[in-house]
Each structure stands twice: as structure tokens, then as C-alpha cells.
């Protein structure tokens, strides 16, 4: 019993000021961490940024320095961290190789939420979806098709392809084409198709909206009608305008030809 008394003192002896060293070291490491984080937290809230990113920085943020504190506490009670410390770095590699998927998306989800071209709400085409914005993740970004499909796009698609905007625009452009016969009297037909676009108050005055030959094609002569709207309201008018055109069309008595072909027939001679 006294040996045991004799080898716990010595212990303490030699190692009792380093584990009291070790734990304030340990304690107040934990509390920096926690203040740390909590003056990181305020920043990214003052500079407004996302909130899914700026808690997700935070919980970086606050294990990364208390992986640093244990080492260091560590360190003081005698243990060779530098083996620790290695083996710590390649876990990191480790992982890192085997989420560099992950990890793309999370860079670029950190792209899109700080440059922002886009945001909740908007109407975008990207990663060959189209469709309304609903959520930006840090790893994903999940949208809203016209025919209520919810798609889930990887952040890093969307960065690495074009990113078409629709809602952050001031004015939107409506492309229709129409087809008259050869026949037709081509100033009365876009006389009906501008009747058609004056009568709609969606359509903006400036910029001015144009109607014109677009091509002489095989069977009919095309005719561009090109009216401004705002983003909300291009498909109501483009639907609209493609129907009351053809209707308008109809009543002044124009023609919407079928595509045609001339079939010329060679009678050969008896043999």
C-alpha cells in the first residue's frame, strides 16, 4: 500500500503540474473556441450572409480550434502529438479524397450563395432544368419545374454550365412566329397581329414590341412578332397572344398554310 501511496505521489510530482497545465489548458481552449465562433457567427450576421453557410462555417470554425486545443493539451502531458498530429492530416486526406464530390459542391454552393445569381424565388434555367428556385443548400440546389417536379442539382453543375436568370431582368422578350400564304396580303396581316399586341396592356410600349418578315420560306411567308413584357407576365401573354393572333389572323382573312410540295408527274412514252 505505501509503494502505491510512494508511486502516486512521485507521479504527482513530476506530472501534477502538467495535468493542471494540461486541463486549464483544455478549459479555457474550449471557452476561446465557443468565443471564437461566436464573434465569427456576429460577423457573418452583420455581413448578411446565409444562414446555412454561416452555421456551417461556425461548427468548422469551433471543432477545427478544439482539435487544436486537445493537441495542445496533450502535448503538455507528454504525449508525441507530432504522430497525432499525422495521423489527423491523413484522416483529413483520407476523407477529403473520398468526399472531393462533396467537397466541389460545398465550394461551389459557397460560390453561389456569395456572388448570388440568383436566389429564392427566381426563375432559372441550369444544369439542364428549368424551373423556379425553392432552396439553396451548401451541397444543393433544389428548384421547382413548371409541372411542380422538385429537382435536386448539385451546386457544382450549376457553376460548371451557363445559369440563365429570367427574374433578375427588368424586361422580357416574346418570341412568336406565324406563317401566311403566299397569297395573303402581307400589310394586312400585321395589321391583325398589331390590333392583337395594342389591345394587351401587359405588353410594354418601350421597348416598342416588332412585327416582321422573318423568312420566305418553302410554303408560307414567316412573320416575327416580337412583344416586351415583364417576367411575371410572359407566359399569360405568350399563350395569349399565340392564340388571339391565329384568331385575328382568321377574321381578316388570311391563311395559315400547310407545309406544301409540288409533285410534277413525267409520263414516259409506250414501249
Known sequence: MQEMLKTMYD?????GLNLIAALLIFFVGKWAAKVITNLIEKLLNTAKMD???SAFLKHITYVGTLVFVI???????????????????????AVGLALQGSLANFAAGVMLILFQPFKVGDFIEAAGAKGTVREIQIFNTIINMPDNRLVVLPNSKITG??????SNIENRRIDLVFGISYDDDMRKAKEALEGVIKADSR?????????A?????????NLVCRPWVKPGDYWDVYFETLEKGKLALEAAGITIPFPQRDVHLYKEGNE
Open 11 to 15: 507521479y504527482l510530482a513530476a506530472y
Open 161 to 166: 454550365d451557363n445559369i440563365i436568370n429570367y
Open 51 to 53: 444562414h446555412t453557410l
Open 203 to 211: 405588353v410594354l410600349a418601350d421597348p416598342a414590341p416588332r412585327i
Open 213 to 221: 418578315v422573318s423568312e420566305l420560306g418553302d410554303s408560307s411567308v
Open 71 to 93: 493537441i495542445a493539451a496533450l502535448s503538455k502531458l507528454g504525449v508525441q502529438t507530432t504522430s497525432l498530429v499525422a495521423a489527423v492530416g491523413a484522416a483529413g486526406l
